[in-house]
T-cell receptor, first 114, second 111 residues
Framework: GAGVSQSPRYKVAKRGQDVALRCDPI?????LFWYQQALGQGPEFLTY????????KSGLPSDRFFAERPEGSVSTLKIQRTQQEDSAVYLC????????????FGPGTRLLVL | SQKIEQNSEALNIQEGKTATLTCNYT??????LQWYRQDPGRGPVFLLL???NEKEKRKERLKVTFDTTLKQSLFHITASQPADSATYLC??????????WGAGTKLIIKP
């Protein structure tokens, strides 16, 4: 596609619900990143894939967060048993090579946990 | 680990003037530093990348400098326009080779 797309754009969840956020990267991009962005803050790194391999998940805040990219293209970020502190914008980015190259971002999914 | 500081207060600039934004980092000098623009409700958009051996980089009305002695990068927009109003983020590589980000500075260009 022309750019990185994410769905849904907005998600309201009740505390304790599971959510799944989808990212469609730019076709052919090897690397895919997930970030969490709180209001008024910069993005915070969550996890990084190179093709289907999850090479770095050091930023995932707890074991309730899980990400996958089974075929090296579309990725899903799953949050189990959501908590209010999970409310944030979740950004997905892709790049042609590794983390040091330009990253192209999607519009983000705004998650609100009530 | 590396920390990045950007002015948290909004920067108000008159149209036509030069806007200068600052990005300071605390620890080792990274191999490169990037600047992004973010509009409300959208993801960041890449603007410029500057490497540690480059003192200055230009792109149209944009100029970035990188001073590894001061541990600082400056981002300049000359002949600013209201359409330049946005939040500008700097990002650099951390020890685990991932990007870490400043909180961004909101720039407001007044007509």
């Amino acid at each position: 596609g022309a750019g990185v797309s994410q769905s849904p754009r907005y998600k309201v969840a009740k505390r304790g619900q599971d959510v799944a956020l989808r990212c469609d990267p730019i076709s052919g991009h090897v690397s895919l990143f997930w970030y969490q962005q709180a209001l008024g803050q910069g993005p915070e790194f969550l996890t990084y894939f190179q093709n289907e391999a999850q090479l770095d998940k050091s930023g995932l805040p707890s074991d309730r967060f899980f990400a996958e990219r089974p075929e090296g293209s579309v990725s899903t970020l799953k949050i189990q048993r959501t908590q209010q502190e999970d409310s944030a914008v979740y950004l997905c980015a892709s790049s042609h090579e590794g983390p040091s190259t330009t990253q192209y971002f999607g519009p983000g999914t705004r998650l609100l946990v009530l | 680990s590396q920390k990045i500081e950007q002015n948290s207060e909004a920067l108000n600039i008159q149209e036509g003037k030069t806007a200068t934004l600052t990005c300071n980092y605390t620890n080792y000098s990274p191999a490169y530093l990037q600047w992004y623009r973010q509009d409300p409700g959208r993801g960041p958009v890449f603007l410029l990348l500057i490497r540690e051996n480059e003192k200055e980089k230009r792109k149209e009305r944009l100029k970035v400098t990188f001073d590894t002695t001061l541990k600082q990068s400056l981002f300049h927009i000359t002949a600013s326009q209201p359409a330049d109003s946005a939040t500008y983020l700097c990002a650099l590589e951390d020890s685990n080779y991932q990007l870490i980000w400043g909180a961004g500075t909101k720039l407001i260009i007044k007509p």
